[in-house]
Each structure stands twice: as C-alpha cells, then as structure tokens.
C-alpha cells in the first residue's frame, strides 16, 4: 500500500517580552504563541494588550508555572479560577501545567519541584487535574518536569505515573523532549523507554529547549540552542506520536528573535523528513 505523508506539525515559539517588538511588527513565520499564564493574569495592562493583539493572528496556548498540581498544602482554587477568565479571555488551542509541587503551607517556592511518584501522590494530582478541567471546562495536558533527585520508594517512573492520570482523569500530556534527555542523563534513564510508556492518544504536545551542564548535571535552563542528542529524540517523538504541536522554549539568555527561528526551521525540516513517505515506512520497520 502506498505510503501517505503525514501533514507538517505546527511550530510555536514561546513569547517573551524581549521579542514582542518582533512579533508585532509583522507576521512572523511561526505557526502558533505559548506564554505562561500567571504573566498575564492582571486586568489590563500591556502584557495582556499584546498578547490580545497577538491572539488575532497566532493561536495560542496557555501554559501555567504556579498551579502546583501536587502542593499538599497551598494549592488555590482561586488562582485556577484566575486561570479560567484568562481561557475565557483569550479562547487557547491549549492549556498546560505541570507534574510537580510548587507551596508549602503559604509560602510559594516559584519552583517546578519533583513529586515521589507512588499512591497518594496519584490520588492528590487525579483529584487536583480533576478539579482544575471542571472549573476550566477544558481538558489540561500535563508536562513532565526535569529533576535533580529520585525518591527511592518511586512506584512508577514518570512517564508511567502520567499516564495513569491521563487514563484516570482524561487529560492529555504535554511531553518535553528537552527534560526527557536531561533526566535520562541525570539519572541514568532511558528516555526511549520513557515514550514508550506513554501511548500515541495520551499525548497531545511537545515542547524543545536547551540546557546546560552544571558541576556534572545536566540543567534545563531555557538559554541554548537544542541540543544534537535532543533532535533525535524529537525525531524519534514524532515517529510514535505524529504531528503534534511542537513548542520551541527559550527563557533565559534570550537571543535575537531571528534565532528563534532557526530553531522553528529546523523542527519542521525534521519532521518533514520523519513524516515524508519513507520516514514513516522507517516508523513502521522499527
């Protein structure tokens, strides 16, 4: 039977304010926006002004940094309601969160810190993701974190323990390819091991980034290009997920906007040769 090209996935960038200049002074060729959701969460303003501007043109993805999913303490359904007139406001393709916990009692730590992944960890975040898509009325996807540290009484690896969510509750993941190759050196993981655990249907996003190393870690700063061994785990994402939404992250040492671009070009090229004829009869001979 004749192979089929599969359609190109789109390609975003994260907007930064650093480049809103560049984005509003002319159509960009990027296929769609992420921001994160607590930067634009007063009323009014000019961040949300651009961003509403912006809207008109580019779809848009909501991603959030500060629910903290598995905070026993200090989990606010007022800041999910936040969240949910800022979906009203902008109508997103998508929202996210993250596997993680972020408070202690009243003190917010602005930090992704790793959950131990065993069951009460998966009662909690099962009736938090709960919660948050019914005040939403959407369904969230949920993004794997890069960590520095494992609990020895894990019962699951991570991507395991997602998909047991996605199954119990209905969300999607958001699959970061970037924090897969961190963990999978930081802890000797296999990141191929981790995707498989994790079916086709289950996910619904991935995102790229750079990284660093640090006294032997590696650590997903946000402030590099993708790295070569990155690439080849996008392009084997794309072999078992298809043409998702793909996020070009950059957060820290911004470059020219031009850089970004780059990037964007080089993940559609990719998946132009992974998602062309005889990339996917490679797909289906593996």
Sequence with gaps: MREV???????????????????LA????????????????????????????????YPV??????????SVHGFSRAHVERIARLAARIEPMLVSEHLCWGATGEAMLNDLLPLPLNGASLELVCRRVDLVQEVLGRR????????????????????????????????????????LYVNQCNHGEDALAA???????LVGELHLAGHCEDGGLLVDHHGA?????????????????????TLVEWDTNLPPFAALLDEVARARALAGEVLAPAGLAARDDA
Excluded: K
């Design 5 to 23: 090209a599969q359609a190109a996935p789109l390609v975003g960038v994260g907007l930064r304010g650093a480049h809103y200049r560049d984005m």
């Design 26 to 57: 002319r159509r960009q060729p990027v296929d769609w926006l992420e921001v994160h959701s607590e930067n634009y969460l007063a009323e009014g303003g000019w961040d949300l002004h651009v961003l509403e501007t912006l809207r008109a043109d």
């Design 61 to 70: 993805s909501l991603h959030g940094v500060g629910m903290g999913l598995g």
């Design 140 to 179: 969230i996807l949920l993004e794997n974190v890069s960590t520095y540290l494992r609990f020895p009484g894990d019962s699951w690896g991570e991507t395991e323990f997602l998909a047991c969510v996605a199954r119990r509750t209905g969300c999607g993941v958001l699959l970061d390819i970037n924090n």
């Design 195 to 201: 995707m498989a655990a994790l079916a086709p249907g």
């Design 225 to 245: 290009p993708v790295a070569a061994a990155v690439w080849e785990l996008y392009r084997a994402a794309l072999r078992r997920y298809g043409p998702l939404p």
